[in-house]
């Protein structure tokens, strides 16, 4: 065999399985995909604006390594008066290339090699290889149908060793939907106090939340100086293109992190941060609206899955349903490959995101209503011929 120059690291790699699924769609004619996790609405008129403005205004260099100093200022302005939480702006909040690129700060700021981090799982898809990347062990915890996929208190505290680092938690979840009970978020705060762990709280999808409160996990008793917490504007605020998210968290962490980032990234794309200073200043209509359509198109697929005979816990946050297919007799990827070829429906293989995700399929409801119904027509076809 020929000689791979590739690192050991990379080499033991796979590519995501979300891609794979998105590649073979783009390749077909009258697909509906209810398998990519991003906005259907286009960035919202005032943002665009923004940025159009910012760029005839000549905001075409670099920002500060830490981001554009009234960005941070409103982010911080806006996680006091949402949570009731402080971050110092300029000390506290560094801007990222998506909260993809606050993932792999956070991991390489924080991990030796060989340190643990627990992660709950059903999880983002990247959370494992940026942890592995930067040296750090994942450890899954399952989270189950049965509960919410709320956290699983007994298992995390089951998964701890001498080497945990951290625990990485995502409410509202990627590809669950579920919100964590600020109950368990209070168990998990304790735990974390005396086992002196950090908590990576990723809250990309922290406005997208239906019928019940979103707990912001570093706003909790004594939490604020163990959390890096992990916000974004692709999803909330439908900018996915343009590539910006944010750590919060306190001043030594984010040094450390603008360390990394200086040396890999330099700044995030400045235009694309003055933008997002109207996204959090003049959007809040903005996001009620796309959120009253998803909660509407939520409604409709849960019904709709649970009609077919594909059991599906009501999610309460960001915008994908997580049904259980194994009742079909089809594991989670012959289903999900099936079901493109022959319905031309895409979805997500739940194993895309963690063993615990066996058995599921990950729909997202960020797609038009009318393609919504079309595609539960499918579906219900497709499993009635099984
Ligand atoms: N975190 C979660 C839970 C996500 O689902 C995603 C994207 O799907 C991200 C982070 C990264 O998003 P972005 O880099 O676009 O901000």
Redesign the pocket.
């Known amino acids: 065999m020929q000689k791979s120059y590739l690192s050991q690291k990379v080499q033991k790699l796979h590519p995501s399985i979300i891609r794979r699924f998105f590649d073979i769609a783009a390749t077909m004619k009258d697909i509906i995909s209810l398998g990519i996790?991003e906005p259907d609405f286009t960035t919202p008129d005032p943002i665009l604006k923004a940025g159009i403005k910012a760029l005839q205004d000549g905001e075409t260099h670099y920002s500060s390594n830490l981001g554009v100093t009234r960005l941070r200022e409103v982010i911080a302005e806006h996680l006091q008066k949402k949570y009731g939480v402080s971050y110092d702006p300029y000390n506290e909040i560094i801007i990222t290339v998506?909260?993809?690129e606050a993932?792999y700060l956070t991991a390489n700021a924080i991990l030796e090699n060989g340190d643990e981090v627990i992660i709950p799982t059903p999880c983002?898809v990247?959370y494992q290889p940026e942890v592995s990347l930067a040296g750090g062990v994942p450890v899954e915890v399952p989270t189950c149908m049965e509960e919410n996929f709320d956290l699983n208190i007994d298992a995390v505290k089951k998964a701890i060793t001498p080497r945990t680092r951290a625990i990485m938690i995502?409410f509202p979840n990627?590809p669950t939907g579920a919100v964590a009970s600020r109950e368990r978020l209070l168990e998990l705060a304790q735990l974390a106090e005396q086992h002196d762990l950090l908590v990576i709280s990723?809250e990309?999808?922290d406005r997208l939340i239906y019928g019940v409160e979103h707990t912001c996990f570093p706003a909790l008793p004594g939490m604020r100086d163990r959390t890096i917490l992990i916000g974004?504007f692709?999803k909330d605020y439908a900018m996915?293109g343009w590539r910006l998210?944010y750590v919060a968290a306190p001043a030594d962490l984010i040094q450390g992190m603008l360390l990394i980032h200086q040396y890999t990234i330099m700044t995030a794309p400045t235009m694309a941060q003055i933008a997002a200073i109207t996204a959090i200043t003049d959007c809040e209509e903005h996001v009620e609206q796309m959120r009253l359509e998803y909660d509407n198109r939520r409604r409709m697929i849960v019904e709709g899955l649970n009609y077919i005979g594909l059991p599906t816990v009501e999610p309460h946050g960001a915008f994908y349903v997580f049904p259980q297919v194994s009742g079909t007799g089809l594991d989670e990827s012959t289903f999900a490959e099936r079901l493109l070829m022959e319905k031309k429906v895409a979805v997500v293989p739940g194993i895309a995101f963690g063993k615990a995700g066996s058995g599921f399929v990950r729909c997202s409801y960020a797609t038009a209503s009318d393609q919504i119904e079309e595609a539960l027509e499918r579906i219900d076809q497709f499993v009635k011929s099984l």
């Open positions: 996790g998506g909260g993809s993932l983002f990247s995502n990627n990723d990309i999808y974004g692709s996915t998210g």
